[in-house]
């Protein structure tokens, strides 16, 4: 997990933003994007090379063990892989192709699911688990590669330069370098002051909690296409369709964290097996930062459509601070885990309050309801629900989870028959017309 957080930062070096600007101007310049992706994959493919080639001889210079060094190459190649999957993630979401983008992510949790059982059944090193995320990450590109070859659309050349991207790149990249310090430095911080099994508990926690979070950041991140085209529209437009957007991440984020809620001790066990029960711990702690991420993801995600950069920048590197704040009070404490769990929902809270009131301040008067109150008041009931849960059996509250959390989708109007109807024929369409290019 150390491996996996050192070599995470230097993705900032390999992406270099560019995935926020293709995000941009392939929702408001489709017929370019087969142009532009070739010039975002050469950026990328240069940066990455080069930040590979230096942190490769850096570890056989630095890192005496074999074992080590094998284990941090691999690391490595999994940054390189999975930064590359960030860039065809980001056309995903430039062509609002939001369900293909979790359809390649939800084939890489299955996938390393699956690798990691073999390896419990076959026994093996942290550089074999570490092959396991290596692994997961070249299926999902490939998976993501595939279907993006249906997706863009090459009909008309960009007259973007590289220059242009590097430099338009340069807010995203600075944004995206505090967000991956901030996630990253909590497994540091443990990896440096509590026992390594704590370390392989908090990082198992984290890891199936990104595994799910991708659920609220895929909405607040599908609405940059529409609110990016809204700000020329009018503001009552821009209103409407910010508070839509917030509504159903949150709504997402309460039902996803709820479920979590109640069956993190099962799923940890089967999982990761009886060893690493107390990640159920961390992980009912860390789920509720959920909620309040959704709600500054997507109000970080309107700010950067309106072209308020500087403002997300400042305000991911102020939760940042206070995160690190955090970590350095309780790294060194007996419930470091447990503290290094709850500093995320108080990053993830005062960037939901900093970025909320930036984006009230952006757009004065009064929001359209669109069902917030009933997405709050819900939550609440739902949340309720998963605490009962917690002091039943599995086979008992799976069901009642699964029953509650529908009527929660339906009662909130987060998931109705229509929107499945209106789904359902869009990607039909956009199918059909990938056969007709």
């Known amino acids: ?13 390999m992406g270099l933003g560019t995935g926020g600007v293709a995000v941009r101007e392939v929702s408001q310049r489709r017929r370019e994007g087969g142009s532009f992706f070739r010039k975002v994959a050469t950026v990328n493919g240069v940066s990455t090379a080069l930040v590979a080639a230096v942190a490769t001889a850096i570890a056989y210079a630095t890192v005496g063990d074999r074992t080590r060094l094998t284990l941090w190459v691999v690391c490595l190649g999994f940054v390189a892989s999975d930064s590359f999957c960030d860039v065809l993630a980001s056309f995903f979401r430039g062509y609002e192709r939001m369900e293909l983008e979790a359809v390649v992510l939800v084939v890489e949790r299955i996938a390393f ?6 390896l419990m059944a076959l026994g093996g090193n942290a550089a074999a688990g570490a092959a396991c995320y290596l692994f ?7 998976a993501s590669g595939c279907f993006l070859a249906r997706t863009l659309n090459p009909q008309r050349s960009s007259a973007r330069s590289v220059m242009w991207l590097l430099k338009e790149a340069a807010p995203f990249a600075a944004r995206k370098g505090l967000s991956v310090v901030l996630t990253r430095a909590p497994i540091i911080a443990l990896a440096r002051y509590q026992a390594r099994l704590q370390v392989g ?11 799910s979070y991708f659920l609220p950041l895929a909405i607040a991140a599908s609405a940059y ?31 996803v964290a709820t479920t979590w809620f109640a069956l993190a001790k099962p799923a940890v066990a089967v999982i990761y097996g009886g060893e690493f029960a107390p990640t159920a711990l961390y992980l009912t702690i860390l789920v509720w930062a959920m909620p309040v991420m959704a709600i500054g993801l997507t109000c970080s995600v309107f700010l950067a459509a309106v072209d308020r950069q500087a403002t997300v920048t400042l305000i991911v590197g102020f939760s940042a601070a206070v995160q690190a ?21 108080g990053s993830y809270a005062v960037m939901a309050v900093a970025s909320y009131r930036a984006v009230r301040r952006f757009l004065p008067g009064p929001f359209p309801p669109n069902n917030l109150a009933r997405v709050v008041l819900g939550g609440l ?12 059996s599995a086979a008992a509250a799976l069901p009642l989870l699964l029953v509650s959390t529908s009527l929660y989708a339906l009662w909130a109007d987060l998931a109705t028959p229509r929107t499945f109807r209106a789904l359902v024929a869009a990607w039909r369409r956009d199918l059909q017309a990938g056969d007709e290019r």
Request: hydrophobic share 50%; proline share 1%.
């Open 1 to 13: 997990m150390q491996a996996l957080a050192v070599t995470g930062i230097l993705r900032i070096v």
């Open 113 to 118: 699911v699956a690798c990691v059982g073999g």
């Open 136 to 142: 997961a990450s070249l299926l999902r590109a490939g």
């Open 201 to 211: 508990r908090y990082g198992a926690a984290e890891r199936l909690f990104e595994g």
């Open 225 to 255: 296409p529409s609110l990016s085209r809204a700000k020329t529209v009018g503001i009552d437009e821009m209103r409407s369709q910010f508070s839509t957007a917030l509504a159903t991440a949150l709504g997402v984020g309460i039902a």
């Open 325 to 345: 704040a955090v970590c350095v009070l309780v790294a060194r404490q007996e419930w470091g885990g447990v503290g290094i769990c709850l500093s995320w929902i």
């Open 381 to 392: 009931a739902l949340a309720g629900v998963g605490v009962v849960c917690r002091y039943l």
